[in-house]
């Protein structure tokens, strides 16, 4: 009895090593079993929560280098004398540029590649050397008070995992563009503390579709973030939000009037960091010297408004417990506008999203004092309208009004948000798509380069997967079933001496049967197979294909080619044809 015990205990202990092992296996090799996805969205989860991590905290040691303090940048920028204040911005622009610059002198970021462009109209590659030295150049931006938010190299560094993850498993493109997928849902999870968000934001806005295909990995790549930075690290929320009360249901129609409101303004906000990158590329400057410009005039601003510094967490703080309010808020609004500008055009490495939230918070609380004064019997809090805010100039800014509005619901965990807060979202959405030609923030990462989408292809060559298990027509039952890989493996092909496919066989069927004494060990392979009723070709469009998966009911299906004999050159598997055709829908290569 107690050997048994043993023996039980050190099953269930093998079971999770087992389990790893096997999940490496299957990506290895290339399998499309859906516990390996599963694995490895979970792995690339964890992964970019501590790129997150080491990124943050690599921001106070560079903050610390450059201005010889610690604590927030609002605080930091306050607590300096002013001339140091105007110039640390600048000193780390320079930084930034000349850590660009030499990384193009020396090759190694001539072509970098945007998360977005990997997924969407990429192959799922994202350079290491060029995307560290961005992440780098960031971190001197960004430490140094830009007025730019540390989530883009946060989500980059992860999609930067994922890519690895894809390439070093030599899966196929679909699977290299879900990994990096996934990786960015992490890197937005660890940022924001908002793991539904995460993922809804790559699928809404970069996949483009909610097929359960790609936004099963991406929960799971989210979820796992989330839990490693906010539950066994100890990171806190983003915002540290107070208790709001959203006044009467008359009111929502206020929350209306809000979100066209930010409709009407997220386009010109849009349209001039447009017209700062044009007027800074004009300059006839090298780049450390623009980003240094760009850097000074957020200093400047500074010495009037310290509360520029930064991605903001703080000053949105402030405007959520009612610390700023009436003209100084307004002022401060404006400064900030003019420093992300000076920012984003110079050409620094970060991200518009934190920005984005700091002037919806600061338009929302505006906003609600001026309805206050104006209607006098309002139950609403200005925090209420300064939350609520925040979600409309995001909508308005990336045209995604369900990733806004799960993303201030996670932020909050109020219930109450989510009426006026969807009625906000979806009014700005709809106001600010008439401007711009409907264009978002992130529009040019989006489109895809006129070189590549002319290589793109859309045959059943590009998503070949070559790992077809094949055995010969002679192969007794005992010795396919031992020679068969470590991985699942869900369909075997039987050949002739001319590696010509004749018939297909489930070896799980066959070694159930074996083990009953249905199936005999000796019998050949091919007395037990079944003909082989539908193929692929590698030429054969995709479309095609999904025809015939769909005639077959089939999860995958042979590929032969030849022109005279019908050779077996591998398999395709349907989750793979759909992801590559959810691409192909959404308008990329």
């Not at 994922?162 to 030599?170: E, N, T």
């Not at 009625?423 to 106001?431: F, G, I, K, P, S």
């Not at 066959?510 to 082989?532: K, Q, Y």
Request: glycine content about 12%; some cysteine.
């Amino acid at each position: 009895m107690p050997f048994l015990i043993r023996q039980r205990a050190l099953a269930i202990l093998k079971a999770p090593a087992m389990w790893i092992a096997s999940g490496l296996r299957a990506l290895l090799v290339g399998h499309d079993e859906l516990v390996s996805i599963v694995f490895w969205a979970a792995i690339i989860g964890i992964a970019g929560a501590l790129a997150s991590v080491a990124f943050r905290e690599a921001i106070h040691l560079f903050q610390w280098l450059l201005t010889g303090r610690s604590g927030g940048l609002v605080q930091v920028a306050s607590e300096l004398r002013p001339l140091p204040r105007a110039i640390a911005p600048a000193i780390g622009g320079l930084v930034a540029g000349l850590i660009l610059f030499l990384g193009l002198r020396l090759g190694a970021a001539r072509r970098n590649v945007d998360y977005m462009e990997a997924v969407v109209v990429g192959d799922g590659v994202i350079g290491a050397r060029s995307t560290l030295l961005r992440a780098l150049s960031s971190l001197a931006s960004i430490a140094s008070g830009g007025s730019i938010g540390r989530e883009g190299p946060m989500v980059q560094l992860a999609a930067l995992l994922g890519s690895k993850v894809g390439l070093v498993g030599r899966a196929p493109l679909p699977r290299r563009r879900l990994f990096v997928a996934c990786g960015a849902a992490a890197g937005i999870a660890s940022a924001y503390n908002a793991p539904i968000a995460g993922a809804v934001f790559v699928a809404e806005i970069v996949m483009g579709s909610f097929a359960i295909e790609s936004f099963g990995p991406l929960m799971v790549a989210s979820v796992s973030a989330d839990a490693t930075i906010h539950r066994f690290l100890g990171y806190g929320p983003v915002f540290a939000v107070p208790p709001i009360h959203f006044g009467e249901n008359w009111e929502l129609a206020l929350y209306a009037l809000l979100g066209i409101l930010l409709g009407h303004l997220a386009p010109p906000f849009l349209a001039l960091l447009e017209w700062s990158k044009a007027r800074f590329a004009r300059l006839v400057a090298p780049l450390p010297l623009r980003l240094a410009i760009g850097g000074l005039f957020v200093g400047l601003i500074s010495l009037a408004f310290p509360e520029v510094w930064g991605n903001g967490y703080s000053v949105v703080g402030s405007i959520l417990h009612g610390r700023l309010f009436g003209g100084l808020l307004l002022a401060i609004l404006g400064a900030k506008v003019l420093s992300t500008a000076s920012t984003v055009g110079s050409g620094a490495v970060g991200g518009v999203f934190t920005p984005t939230l700091f002037i919806g918070a600061a338009l929302g609380a505006l906003a609600g004092s001026a309805m206050r004064d104006g209607l006098g019997h309002m139950a609403s809090d200005t925090a209420a309208f300064a939350v609520v805010g925040m979600g409309g100039f995001l909508a308005a800014t990336t045209h995604a009004p369900l990733t806004a509005v799960l993303m201030i619901f996670e932020m909050t965990l109020d219930h109450e948000v989510v009426l006026p807060l969807i009625l906000a979202c979806v009014t700005a959405h709809y106001t600010s798509k008439v401007y711009r030609r409907g264009a978002s923030v992130y529009r040019d990462s989006l489109l895809p380069r006129p070189d590549e989408a002319e290589g793109a292809g859309g045959t059943v060559a590009d998503i070949l997967r070559p790992q077809a298990v094949q055995v010969s027509e002679d192969t007794s039952v005992a010795a396919m079933l031992a020679a068969l890989p470590p991985r699942p493996v869900r369909t075997v092909y039987v050949v002739n001496s001319g590696h010509e496919l004749i018939a297909s066989l489930e070896p799980r069927a066959i070694a159930a049967g074996l083990r009953r004494g249905e199936v005999h060990g000796d019998v050949s392979v091919s007395s037990l197979a079944t003909p082989v009723r539908a193929a692929l070709t590698p030429e054969l469009s995709l479309t095609g294909a999904l025809d015939l998966f769909l005639k077959e009911r089939a999860t995958t299906l042979p590929v032969i080619a030849g022109p005279w004999r019908a050779v077996l050159v591998g398999e395709v598997s349907r989750r793979d044809l759909l992801l590559t055709l959810q691409d192909r829908l959404a308008g990329r290569p």
